[in-house]
């Protein structure tokens, strides 16, 4: 089996940010099945350009092409979606060139590079399987980035038609599931949920960074790590917040390990308040992360509180419960059920600077609790969430359309 998978965003763990589906891929190759993607030449994070040496780019088996991209994703919201249209364009072509693909995936957001995928498909008469990873347009209007009534009409148009146009819709959340059903009429026997999750043996919970501690300086310190994007959706001003209410703890520091569209204005408000509890490092390639989050004694994860931030499973949660660090969580709703139920770590309202300086504290003071939170967390994330597991789950998904197309 070969399939193909148009993903503008794309990333290896030479990049950073999420890799749910080159981990995907990558289980497919080991056994014995075929992956390539199409991806953008251009950096979603931080609008560089992608360079590779050879087309296709083969990472642990799994064939990646580079797209011609615009490079104006990060400039304004109208010259993002004109880049998100370039590659629409481009994937097109470039996906056409890949020989023998037996099933062709998109995946959204942005929903652009569904129809990419669906037209593939259609014209090499291939099924064609639609991911969601968030529920778009939702976000952007509940987020307040989409208010044009024209647009909005266009999203909503494009979301219909790629709902009913594919084989088969995939999801990575259960709340997604649930939306589709309930809210956009789908039949249940069209959705899939295979949820977002983590491999464990890329995480040794006895390490302790070391090295990146003393890199940083951070030998002493009780470090409180953030990871991922820094966009509005991520809400650091609260994390902000949080750090100046403890700025006379000389023992606490939050690390904030990522890039994106507010990160120069979190580090201009770091610079204006002189808060000198928080590091910023940039983006790092996900194969540092196991080390960056052995180096930290407990993680933090917030989203704006939002309703429809209530439905998703952030990637990088079962990455912190994988490396078994106790989390603080300022987002509501599904993955607060995971970390609750794993008595994983502490939630906090999303927003609330003030209880999330206090579940800092909480961990930093009795780190027995804290240790224990980040084993539950490690136990639970193993059994329920394991990459390898979700991969045969996918693999068998792939198989199944292949053999009955809708």
């Known amino acids: 089996m070969k399939f193909l998978l148009i993903h503008q965003i794309f990333l290896s763990p030479k990049e950073g940010g999420g890799t749910r589906h080159f981990e995907l ?37 799994v064939e990646i092409y580079h797209a011609r991209t615009l490079n104006t994703i990060n400039r304004s919201f109208t010259l993002r979606v004109i880049a998100f249209f370039s590659f629409m364009i481009t994937a097109v072509f470039k996906g056409l060139k890949v020989k023998d693909i037996d099933i062709v995936m998109g995946t959204s957001p942005p929903l652009f590079q569904g129809l990419s995928a669906w037209m593939i498909a259609a014209l090499r008469r291939k099924p064609f399987l639609m991911e969601i990873r968030d529920l778009w347009p939702d976000f952007a209007i509940d987020m307040g980035v989409l208010k044009n009534p024209v647009l909005i009409w266009i999203a909503r148009r494009i979301e219909v038609f790629l709902y009913r146009r594919a084989d088969h819709l995939l999801v990575n959340s259960p709340a997604y599931r649930t939306y589709l059903l309930e809210q956009r009429g789908i039949a249940s026997e069209k959705v899939t949920v295979i949820a977002n999750g983590v491999d464990p043996s890329m995480f040794d919970p006895e390490e302790k960074g070391l090295e990146f501690r003393s890199e940083l300086g951070l030998e002493d310190k009780f470090v409180i790590a953030y990871t991922g994007a820094i966009g509005p959706a991520n809400d650091l001003v609260t994390i902000t917040r949080a750090a100046e209410r403890l700025r006379d703890r000389k023992d606490l520091c939050f690390l904030i390990v990522g890039d994106g569209k507010d990160r120069p204005q979190i580090e201009k408000i ?31 994860a917030t989203l704006k509180n939002i309703p429809m931030f209530k439905t998703t499973y952030p990637n990088k949660i079962f990455d912190y419960m994988a490396a078994g660090r106790p989390i603080v969580l300022g987002i509501d709703g599904v993955i607060r059920e995971v970390v609750e139920k794993a008595n994983a770590g502490i939630f906090v309202c999303p927003g609330d600077d003030q209880k999330l300086a206090e579940a800092v504290v909480k961990l930093a003071d009795d780190r027995a609790s804290a240790k224990e939170m980040g084993h539950n967390g490690r136990e639970y994330v193993s059994k329920h969430f394991n990459r390898a597991c979700q991969s045969d789950e996918f693999v068998k998904l792939l198989e199944n359309l292949i053999q009955n197309p809708a």
């Open 25 to 61: 891929a990558r289980f497919a190759v080991q056994k014995g099945h075929h992956a390539s993607v199409v991806a953008s030449d251009v950096s979603y994070l931080d609008g560089k350009p992608i360079l590779t040496e050879s087309e296709p780019e083969i990472i642990e088996g």
């Open 270 to 300: 770091v610079a204006e308040q002189k808060l000198e509890n928080i590091r910023m490092v940039g983006l790092r390639p996900k194969s540092e992360m196991p080390s960056i989050l052995a180096a930290a004694d407990a993680c933090l």
